[in-house]
């Protein structure tokens, strides 16, 4: 196991490096020149003289050759290190560390009420297979995958606000536990229910025609003990899988949601910054979102195998 | 089969029989599925819209009318007018050009570069697989949205910068259209982001299916390769990649609109509805419409190709559980 998730991890450097590098030479090469924009930021006007412009590289750093550059930039990463925002000039750490915990926090709320509602919703569709219950069920969850969440997120606005007039305009954040946290937390919430639904009722639908859930009900279990004990660990297992996809229907939703009602996390950290086409900004934000995904995807791996033993013996490799 | 004699030619007339039959019980089942049957119809209204919008629409998708300015949905515009007068309904209709062609376009591309990365990685194997599998990895592990940032802010001056120093040479107006930057980017992000999926597919049908027992019997049998390929890989192939580029269509016009939402797709005046959608946040308290049109329309589509795409999955792969 030891092994495996160190195969893993390395399996990994390489991929976050050529990402590093890759994104590192975009903004590098094609972004434009940062100092420049700074100064059109600040003093509204290019005609500078060249000779302070040249100053201001040399001090930055800026003036050396690409690999050097990209190398100091791995150098500093190793230790932590995110570097520093060549427009606002402060440490690209603090930044982060200051937006991160809001969409952390939207992020892991989202899983958990995902899965203590989709889940038991995907068991009560499975075991109605066919009937009202599950069609409503299916049907709806079908009819929410569908719908993006920057158009959920607005129409929820204009209906809750201006049709019902039960809500004051949620902009900003307050904590996850505030009153202008639910919308938002609806909207991250509808936008990957629909996953867990399915998943865990094809899953009740594969393991209700199993022996073993037959002759509990045999003997007469109650069924509701038959769900938890006997159902509840094979229909979760794929469903653990999902998670992994989910997140990254998790990031790319906080970027929309983070934008729609104003919230200071890491997406909007993203779309104000990159704007400035401050590189050490954009190059640090996609290597965290890369770096969680393959987190999570290692996490998921990892708990396989507690739910299925059976899949802890054929975890040699990495496979499809 | 148990009366039938193994020989070659009856193997095939087997698999076309067999094969004819699928593509027929497919559509029955797919007629039968209410959702995907009502889902159709606004995707089949789409593609028509998309491709006659200019006629349809009562106005240009840019004339600027000041006297009706940010007015609401009345008899001469059915979805009011936005900030400059123009007739919010018209640019919708457009807005399906934008949607259909970027969605059409950058399927094509993703789905070309993923057949010959899948075939490639399916076929040799070894090394090659290897390498097709982890750049997938690599891929698919950036959220889509984040990519498109990036693509989009670094690559836009540069490109422009390219056209202009076109223009200048050449002096072909041509060049002057920053639009087609635009959509350049928009094309490459899209085919960035949706390739991994068809190649990974694509390799895992080849894989599985080579191994089939038909396929092992087809060999030993002496059948050429080009002919296995034809009779049996292709035709067994074709149900998950349909299933596939319906949802990579409606995803891709799906991510087209959230890149106009943040600001990295298709920049005006070309309307997309992602961008209306955007623009009408801005004064979603005071004019509520120019956010309701656009945005009602994105959930339509969106619902009608979730339907669709459950439908021709149950449709073409009847052995997956429901």
């Known amino acids: ?320 | 089969m148990t009366t039938q004699e193994l020989s070659a030619t009856s193997g095939i007339e087997l698999a076309q029989a067999s094969r004819s039959n699928l593509w027929q019980d497919a559509l029955a089942r797919l007629a039968a599925n209410r959702l995907a049957v009502i889902g159709i119809i606004p995707i089949v209204l789409l593609f028509f819209v998309a491709l006659f919008g200019p006629t349809l629409t009562p106005y240009d998708f840019l004339a600027q009318d000041f006297t009706a300015r940010l007015d609401s949905p009345s008899r001469e515009h059915w979805l009011g007018t936005d900030e400059l007068g123009r007739d919010v309904f018209s640019r919708i209709l457009y807005g399906a050009r934008t949607a259909v062609s970027v969605g059409l376009v950058s399927t094509a591309i993703s789905l070309v570069v993923g057949l010959i990365m899948g075939s490639l990685a399916g076929y040799l194997g070894g090394r090659v697989d290897i390498l097709v599998v982890w750049l997938t990895d690599v891929t698919r592990s950036m959220p889509a949205l984040l990519l498109a940032i990036v693509i989009n802010l670094t690559l836009k001056v540069p490109l422009e910068a390219w056209m202009e120093q076109l223009y200048l040479e050449t002096k072909n107006t041509f060049f002057r259209q920053t639009m087609w930057v635009d959509l350049v980017l928009v094309f490459g992000a899209l085919a960035l982001i949706q390739w991994p999926g068809y190649a990974r597919l694509i390799r895992g049908q080849i894989l599985s299916i080579r191994s089939r027992n038909y396929v092992l019997a087809a060999r030993a049998l002496g059948m050429p390769t080009s002919r296995i390929l034809t009779r049996y890989v292709i035709p067994n192939a074709m149900g998950p990649l349909i299933v596939a580029v319906s949802a990579g269509l409606g995803g891709a016009m799906v991510l087209e609109s959230a890149f106009s939402f943040l600001g990295v797709g298709v920049q005006l005046p070309i309307p997309s509805w992602g961008k209306m959608i955007s623009d009408g946040l801005r004064m979603w308290q005071t004019h509520p419409h120019l956010l309701a049109g656009p945005a009602v329309m994105m959930a339509v589509i969106t619902v009608s190709f979730a339907w669709l795409g459950d439908g021709l999955n149950d449709a073409l792969n009847p052995r997956q559980w429901k």
């Open chain 1, 1 to 320: 196991m030891g092994q495996y998730i160190l195969r893993r991890i390395i399996y990994w450097i390489p991929a976050l490096l050529l990402l590093a590098m890759v994104v590192y030479a975009l903004a590098f090469f094609g972004a434009g020149d940062p100092i420049k924009l700074m100064f059109l930021r600040e003093e509204g006007d290019v005609t500078y003289d060249a000779q302070r412009l040249d100053a201001i590289r040399r001090e930055k750093g800026l003036d050396r050759p690409f690999l050097m550059q990209f190398g100091e930039y791995v150098w500093h990463l190793v230790r932590g290190d995110l570097g520093m925002s060549v427009i606002s000039g402060r440490s690209v750490n603090d930044m982060i560390a200051a937006t991160a915990p809001v969409s952390f926090q939207i992020g892991i709320a989202t899983v958990i009420l995902v899965a203590l509602i989709g889940i038991p919703l995907g068991i009560l569709a499975g075991l109605h297979h066919n009937q009202w219950i599950d069609n409503t069920i299916l049907g709806s969850a079908l009819f929410i995958s569908g719908i993006p969440s920057y158009v959920v997120g607005p129409m929820l606005m204009v209906f809750l606000v201006l049709g019902l007039g039960v809500m004051n305009v949620p902009y900003g954040w307050d904590g996850l536990f505030s009153r202008k946290a639910i919308l938002p937390m609806f909207v991250m919430v509808f936008g990957s229910i629909a996953i867990i639904i399915r998943q865990t009722r094809a899953g009740v639908l594969e393991v209700l025609s199993e022996d073993y859930v037959r002759t509990a009900r045999a003997k007469g279990v109650p069924e509701i003990m038959v769900i938890l004990r006997h159902m509840l660990r094979p229909v979760l297992t794929p469903v653990v899988t999902v998670l992994g996809q989910m997140l990254i229907g998790i990031v790319n939703g906080a970027i929309i949601v983070e934008k729609v009602f104003g919230i200071p996390g890491l997406g909007r950290l993203t779309i104000d910054f990159t704007y400035g086409v401050d590189y050490p900004v954009i190059v640090a934000i996609t290597l965290i979102g890369a770096f969680l995904v393959m987190a999570l995807n290692l996490a998921v791996d990892i708990t396989y195998p507690f739910l299925d033993p059976r899949a802890g013996q054929a975890m040699t490799g990495i496979e499809d």
